[in-house]
């Protein structure tokens, strides 16, 4: 997540599999504007309970701003209304992200930290018990958060929690960072490396679920790169059937990675719409 106020560039999160696949039937991008979610507002930033199936998500102002986190479950052929999740605090929350098991949920939030109010956004994590309920919000640590932002975190499959960051020491300004904790519960924290950053910026980084492949949000437009087992190759500019107006944001992969749900800016009167890409055009996903 991102503030098209705070920056001059527009991210794009569009999507194009270059793993191995005998799938070679047309791309597919539609709307999806399901029935008690989809609003004059901004929505964006989808996430699935892997548990239940409760879709959650960001709504921002038309010009997303105030974002903050929703959560709404099916009802028939409808989605409920949405409300705040449980755990939601003041300020700004945006960028929710489960694990693969539903237990825990990682976001991004701008809420008091020991009493003190934050300077910016920081990557958060909330852990739901065996009953089901949410438990008590926490603030990752440093070196995880630093002193500027945070953004999109994203777990990859090999532990390896990736995000964006505005922090020192990377190749230019915003970079693609990650974060692994260690058994003793401490945190390394290192660049993601030439491959994904440059001297612009880059935001948002989407592993695939098999972790064969990401997705980057950098300078206005949406790249892929390949893990070579060692590191993330150069990354590719993706086609133009999802890079259609610089406004893409907030992807996910559906489970199987062949499909990408994503927001657009649709303009007037609407404003931010989801839309599905669908590789083969045939996959039932999303709900």
């Known amino acids: 997540m991102r503030s098209f106020r705070l920056v001059t560039l527009t991210l794009m999160i569009p999507f194009v599999a270059i793993a191995a696949d005998s799938d070679r039937s047309p791309q597919r991008v539609e709307p999806w504007t399901p029935a008690g979610v989809s609003s004059d507002l ?3 930033h989808a996430a699935f309970d892997p548990r239940n199936g409760d879709l959650y998500f960001v709504r921002s102002s038309k010009s997303f701003s105030g974002w903050r986190i929703l959560v709404s479950h099916r009802e028939g052929k409808r989605w409920s209304p949405p409300v705040p999740p449980p755990f939601a605090g003041p300020g700004l929350e945006a960028d929710p992200w489960f694990t693969p098991d539903g237990n825990r949920l990682y976001y991004i939030s701008s809420r008091a ?3 003190m109010k934050s300077k910016d956004l920081d990557i958060w994590q909330v852990d739901r018990g065996p009953d089901g309920h949410w438990g008590i919000p926490s603030r990752l640590p440093a070196p995880v958060n630093s002193n500027e932002a945070e953004w999109f975190p994203r777990l990859a499959p090999d532990g390896w929690l990736y995000f964006g960051s505005n922090r ?6 915003n970079d693609i960072w990650r974060a692994r904790q ?3 519960g401490r945190w390394t924290v290192e660049n993601a490396g030439a491959g994904l950053n440059t001297a612009g910026d880059e935001y ?4 695939s679920p098999d972790g064969s ?3 980057l949000n950098a300078d206005g437009a949406f790249y892929e790169s390949m893990w070579t087992g060692t590191a993330w190759s150069p990354r ?3 086609g133009p059937d999802i890079n259609v107006n610089g406004t893409e944001i907030g992807a996910v992969f559906s489970p199987s990675g062949k499909s990408l749900l994503f927001a657009r800016d649709a303009g007037e009167p ?3 719409e989801f839309f599905v890409w669908r590789r083969g055009g045939t996959e039932d996903w999303p709900p």
């Open 168 to 173: 020192p020491g990377g190749f230019g300004k």
């Open 213 to 215: 492949r990401l997705i």
């Open 182 to 184: 260690g058994p003793s």
């Open 204 to 207: 948002e980084a989407l592993p």
């Open 236 to 238: 590719v500019k993706l």
């Open 42 to 44: 901004f929505e964006s």
């Open 113 to 115: 930290t020991a009493g």
């Open 270 to 272: 609407k404003s931010g």
